[in-house]
């Protein structure tokens, strides 16, 4: 009788109970309790009012709404899928960009990690956790998430530039201009950093890497080599991952 997947399925619950369980968990949870502590006993809220808001809502346009928004996660994963497969930099023998389904769970997790820290470090996470199940590395999936919000970006300067166009035609106002030139500034901003980086992004990590060189000349040489080579090569991957994902 195979035992194997069993055995699997306990080392996986085990993993998840130690999770729930670690002091960082744990800290979140009692920081959570102690706001909403503070929300009870510190705030005049008026529960009854609340209770109504809540008995109005027509619950099946709320189930439908969560419904489209959850589906868009799918969406999202989907394109973080093709934009890391035009990268091209994972071999068939070493690993494989994750499933649609495993991305957007990713990117669920990304959001969460940053609705509780700081500086979006679910970014960062979820790209920790796409290295570790494509095989890649950290640089090449951060970069990628890059090209993500650049097509973000991307789509919102275009729906601004033609919204604030429909707009200065049909009316005669001039912040609306002043916003199409901020709009228009912002995007050769873009235009200039990305091929900035396209031409001139391993001069610039090579020149930094020199310069750590002069500033460790004197205290392990050798350490600040294989630092500034690990620079270069990060940049490198990372620069694949941004501009390699926009191939197709």
Request: charged residues 15%; positive net charge; without cysteine.
């Amino acid at each position: 009788m195979d035992t194997t997947q069993p055995e699997h399925q306990q080392s996986q619950n085990a993993l998840l109970k130690r999770r729930f369980l670690s002091l960082p968990s744990l800290l979140s949870f009692a920081v959570a309790a102690a706001l909403l502590l503070l929300l009870v006993t510190r705030f005049n809220l008026d529960w009854e009012a609340t209770w109504a808001n809540i008995r109005a809502i027509n619950i099946w346009l709320y189930l439908a709404a969560m419904g489209m928004y959850f589906a868009s996660f799918w969406f999202r994963g989907r394109r973080w899928q093709l934009l890391a497969r035009n990268t091209r930099t994972i071999a068939a023998d070493k690993g494989r960009v994750p499933s649609t389904l495993r991305t957007a769970q990713f990117i669920l997790i990304g959001w969460f990690v940053n609705s509780v820290m700081w500086l979006r470090l679910g970014d960062a996470y979820r790209a920790y956790l796409f290295a570790k199940e494509s095989k890649g590395t950290f640089s090449w999936s951060l970069g990628t998430i890059v090209a993500e919000r650049i097509s973000d970006i991307a789509t919102i300067l275009v729906v601004l530039v033609v919204s604030i166009v429909a707009f200065t035609l049909t009316t005669e106002n001039t912040t609306a201009s002043m916003l199409l030139l901020v709009v228009l500034a912002g995007v050769g901003l873009s235009i200039v950093l990305l091929l900035a980086m396209r031409y001139y992004g391993q001069r610039i990590a090579h020149g930094l890497s020199v310069v750590l060189l002069l500033a460790m000349r004197y205290h392990e040489q050798r350490s600040a080599q294989l630092l500034a080579r690990r620079i270069e090569t990060a940049y490198a991957r990372f620069q694949q991952g941004t501009l390699g994902s926009f191939k197709q």
